[in-house]
């Protein structure tokens, strides 16, 4: 097991045992945390599954300027650990951002295991009938959603609402019944308003999602395959309802194991949102954000953490507090301990 030493630290503060500066700590990394060193004993400890997060910075000239460190000039960086109670904040001398980050994904893709990609989704369990009655009602459900799907659509608003009520039925775990409503309602909006209508692809990308969540992994793909296909031609590759459905396909694959094509069509995704929003536009942070996650899932450790830092980097100080960059930092703190696996 190798550790990693990073001498010429400062304590700042943060931590409800340690009120004082203390400086001339090393920190050194192992596989089951991060341990600060005064000369001859621990000063304190962070173990991995405590983090909350982890943030390496480019000091300020106004955070340096608060704290007993102002008046050195080594290019040397901030390392925030995010705990339960609060963050613990320290200044790593001599060392500069960019180098501190590296470091780090260096040391923690030579101690982790090796790369094994998370397995694709189980199918879920069956539903529990506990007697002929159960039996009887989970019918009576089936029948009343297929029913429902197959009434005629007078309006776009009536289309939604039964869109919204077989999500209400995904999200419950009923999938069967999302599927019986969605089928017949796919063929009628077709009919209603265009095979290719907006709102008929968004049933079938609701039927595709169905199938994936119900396990029938096959015909999931297959629907949104279609549905991004047609969503390219009526909207363009770079348009703002494909990008959501080629983002959804992406996700399909990663639940069948199959990281390739996911990874592919994400990296498809950034590049197009960089090119209509621009590379630091929220949505295309939250689709880097995305690929970041199933690198992650296939494997590939140094090169999501460098894109979960990408993340952070691409929102101001005043969005610290962003989703986003609240999953980035809780996200860094993941991968860089050595034991975590997909």
Request: with cysteine; glycine share 8%.
């Amino acid at each position: 097991m190798s550790t990693l030493a990073i001498p010429d630290v400062t304590y700042l503060d943060g931590h409800p045992r340690r009120a004082d500066e203390t400086p001339a700590l090393t920190a050194v990394f192992h596989r089951s945390g991060i341990v600060l060193r005064r000369r001859v004993r621990r000063f304190l400890i962070f173990r991995w599954p405590h983090l909350r997060g982890l943030e390496v910075r480019t000091p300020s000239f106004l955070t340096l300027a608060m704290t007993s460190v102002w008046s050195r000039d080594d290019g040397g960086s901030f390392l925030h650990l995010h705990l339960d109670h609060g963050v613990c904040r320290l200044y790593v001398g001599g060392i500069d951002s960019p180098a501190l980050r590296a470091l780090l994904a260096s040391w923690v893709a030579r101690e982790a295991d090796p790369p094994q990609p998370l397995p694709a989704m189980p199918p879920p369990p069956a539903p529990a009938i506990a007697d002929p009655l159960d039996a009887v009602r989970l019918s009576l459900d089936v029948w009343r959603a297929s029913g429902l799907g197959r009434e005629s659509l007078h309006s776009r608003s009536t289309l939604a609402c039964r869109l919204d009520l077989a999500e209400d039925h995904r999200r419950c775990g009923r999938f069967t019944e999302a599927i019986a409503l969605l089928e017949p309602l796919a063929a009628g909006a077709a009919q209603a308003f265009g095979p290719v209508d907006e709102d008929t692809l968004k049933v079938r990308n609701a039927l595709g999602q169905a199938y994936l969540a119900a396990g029938d992994v096959d015909d999931g793909l297959d629907v949104l395959r279609e549905v991004v296909v047609a969503a390219e031609h009526l909207h363009g590759t770079d348009g703002e309802l494909t990008l959501v459905f080629r983002n959804n396909l992406a996700v399909g694959y990663q639940q069948a194991g199959q990281y390739a094509q996911a990874i592919e069509l994400h990296e498809q995704n950034v590049r197009y949102s960089e090119q209509q929003h621009g590379r630091d536009d929220l949505q295309t942070v939250g689709r880097r954000n995305n690929l970041a996650a199933t690198l992650a899932f296939a494997g590939y450790r140094e090169r999501a953490i460098g894109l979960y830092w990408g993340v952070l980097d691409a929102l101001p100080g005043a969005d610290r507090n962003h989703s986003l960059a609240v999953t980035a930092r809780q996200n860094l703190a993941i991968l860089h301990n050595p034991s975590w696996k997909p």
